[in-house]
């Protein structure tokens, strides 16, 4: 069973369309991220939620929006898409604890914008 | 501002070579490191978690220390096979704030 799972795995589309990436952790983690990694393969935080609230946002436009319906489901909805958003974005869950959560990422979702 | 560092970027071993990937982070409160490998056009999979009070972490042929002082961690690949070709990436953690992430290092080993 896969722990992290997104889908799509891969997604191609026009410039100025609106595309959503979904989500899905079945570990029971009560916190889910979103990760973009860049061309030059550099991975840097997006959003953070915790019980389906949002606890960080990163300096990130405002045609991303996150939702969460649920702990277990972090979907991630891109208006208007632009060149510059092609990259591969990773959704990554973990628990909340007072020790050091170990952080579990799906496997991608490659971006490409034409 | 959590900064980390990987270096090399790059490196090219032959194979049954024994070698150090280092990391370097700036802020040495940290809740724990996290080495992960990928693989070209693939998820990250978790090699090993140190918590803060941990020095080590071993599993199989790779071995991880931490150093929090001195703000540094390095990941040791004993015996390297080609198989072990990928990026490595280390990141590090506070409470359940986000990683932080290098920029990786991407090891060829060549057969």
């Known amino acids: 069973d896969t722990a992290v799972s997104q889908t799509p795995k891969y997604l191609v589309t026009q410039m100025g369309n609106d595309k959503s990436i979904k989500c899905e952790q079945n570990?029971?983690?009560?916190?889910m991220y979103w990760y973009k990694q860049d061309s030059k393969k550099f991975l840097k935080i997006m959003f953070s939620?915790?019980?389906?609230?949002?606890?960080i946002n990163e300096t990130v436009p405002n045609r991303f929006s996150p939702k969460s319906p649920d702990k277990a489901h972090l979907n991630l909805h891109i208006n208007s898409l632009e060149l510059g958003d092609s990259a591969v974005y990773f959704c990554?869950?973990?628990?909340?604890?007072?020790?050091?959560?170990?952080?579990?990422f799906g496997q991608g979702t490659r971006l490409t914008v034409v | 501002k959590q900064e980390v560092t990987q270096i090399p970027a790059a490196l090219s071993v032959p194979e049954g070579e024994n070698l150090v990937l280092n990391c370097s982070f700036t802020?040495?409160?940290?809740?724990?490191l996290q080495w992960f490998r990928q693989d070209p056009g693939k998820g990250l999979t978790s090699l090993l978690l140190?918590?803060?009070?941990?020095r080590e972490q071993t599993s199989g042929r790779l071995n991880a220390s931490l150093d929090k002082s001195s703000g540094r961690s390095t990941l040791y690949i004993a015996a390297s096979q080609p198989g072990d070709s990928a990026t490595y990436l280390c990141?590090?953690?506070?409470?359940?704030?986000?990683?932080?992430f290098g920029k990786g290092t991407r090891l060829s080993v060549i057969a």
């Open positions: 990141a590090v953690g506070k409470g359940n704030t986000p990683l932080v």
């Open positions: 570990l029971g983690h009560d916190t």
């Open positions: 140190i918590q803060s009070s941990q």
């Open positions: 990554a869950s973990s628990q909340e604890s007072p020790g050091a959560p170990e952080a579990f």
């Open positions: 802020d040495s409160a940290i809740y724990n």
């Open positions: 939620y915790n019980n389906k609230e949002l606890i």
